[in-house]
């Protein structure tokens, strides 16, 4: 599968964190790109976003407006698209009461998109999962889980974990039954950090940002996947294009997990003195239950303490020639960035 600069790319999500990324990416690589936003008041936000990652848009971006809970939209995003990356996930107004509230736009938002992108005759979709659809559900294993692993869904999930199992599964269902001609692949990151540009960003920021302001003197023992913005979305164009990538799905990290004790090192090594409210050292497990006891903000970690969900990159490195940036490297890149735009609480 060859492409050229004439290919349009439709991103999904364009105002995300990983979607302005990916955005930025398909620029670079000569794409035309068009993208949705649930307003297109949001277009601005999105064009300065990406000339702070260093990415001039003009004529070649162009935007639609477009919601995965609703139908309007999607034809127009879709046509004359060569690819599409679906980035974009449901956006629920805080907590769902019922898991249902996430899964069912999660899973229909996916087929949505699957629909449209194979009604306009597009080559392939590139679906945006999560390891979350991965590794849950299952025991502790000194084994590190790879693309042939799956979530397991008859085990007690959070909803979220939940609807990317599901989500993802219907894409493959999709892709063996309804796809025609289509090619479907699967990215799985697992939390995403690297340089922020602006106020909106990913979930996984909000654990340097607690670093800042933690409640304990130390990190628990909490392991963690990381994986940098820019690898991420280098990713899915790999994905995108590459022959072999069809029909695969390929985990988006940059290593094996890693501590948030070695998190914090990371940061502190990389801010110095603006760091020093950063806790330098690891709690024992017996220490954190111990403030969880005071504390009842800190109970939540402790079914998590000591246990090390372990990771395996190979397939996307070997099969794609992927080379992430490392964890410690993702790390510091996060909060160096917070740290110009001051949105570090406590820096100094």
Not at 25 to 52: F, I, N, P, Y
Not at 62 to 69: K, M
Request: charged content about 20%; glycine content about 10%.
């Amino acid at each position: 599968m060859s492409s050229t600069s004439t290919d349009t790319v439709l991103v999904t999500g364009g105002s995300g964190f990983l979607g302005g990324r990916v955005i930025a990416e398909a620029l670079a690589r000569g794409h035309r790109v068009r993208t949705t936003v649930r307003s297109l008041g949001r277009e601005q936000q999105v064009r300065d976003d990406l000339k702070a990652m260093g990415a001039e848009a003009g004529e070649r971006l162009s935007f639609v407006e477009a919601d995965l809970t609703a139908d309007a939209g999607w034809a127009q995003a879709v046509a004359g698209c060569r690819y599409v990356l679906h980035t974009a996930s449901p956006f629920p107004a805080g907590t769902p009461e019922n898991e249902d509230d996430l899964i069912i736009p999660a899973r229909e938002g996916t087929l949505r998109v699957l629909r449209a992108a194979r009604g306009a005759g597009v080559e392939r979709t590139v679906v945006t999962s999560s390891f979350a659809a991965v590794g849950y559900g299952r025991p502790a294993s000194e084994r590190a889980f790879t693309e042939e692993d799956w979530t397991d869904l008859d085990a007690e999930l959070p909803a979220y974990i939940k609807s990317k199992t599901l989500a993802e599964r219907a894409a493959w269902d999709f892709a063996e039954h309804d796809a025609g001609a289509m090619e479907v692949s699967v990215v799985n990151p697992v939390g995403i950090f690297g340089p922020v540009v602006g106020a909106d960003h990913s979930t996984s920021i909000g654990m340097i940002t607690g670093l800042f302001a933690s409640a304990t003197p130390g990190t628990p023992r909490l392991y963690f996947g990381v994986v940098d913005v820019r690898d991420a979305a280098e990713l899915h164009l790999l994905a995108m294009t590459a022959p072999q990538a069809a029909g695969q799905r390929f985990i988006a990290s940059a290593g094996d997990a890693v501590s948030l004790h070695q998190i914090a090192l990371a940061v502190r090594a990389r801010l110095g003195e603006d760091a020093a409210a950063v806790p330098a050292v690891e709690l024992s497990d017996e220490a954190v239950r111990a403030a969880a006891e005071a504390n009842p903000a800190l109970r939540g970690l402790l079914p998590n303490l000591g246990k090390i969900r372990h990771l395996d990159n190979t397939k996307a490195r070997t099969v794609l020639g992927w080379q992430p940036r490392s964890s410690d490297e993702a790390v510091a890149a996060t909060a160096a960035s917070l740290l110009q735009l001051g949105l570090l609480p406590g820096a100094k």
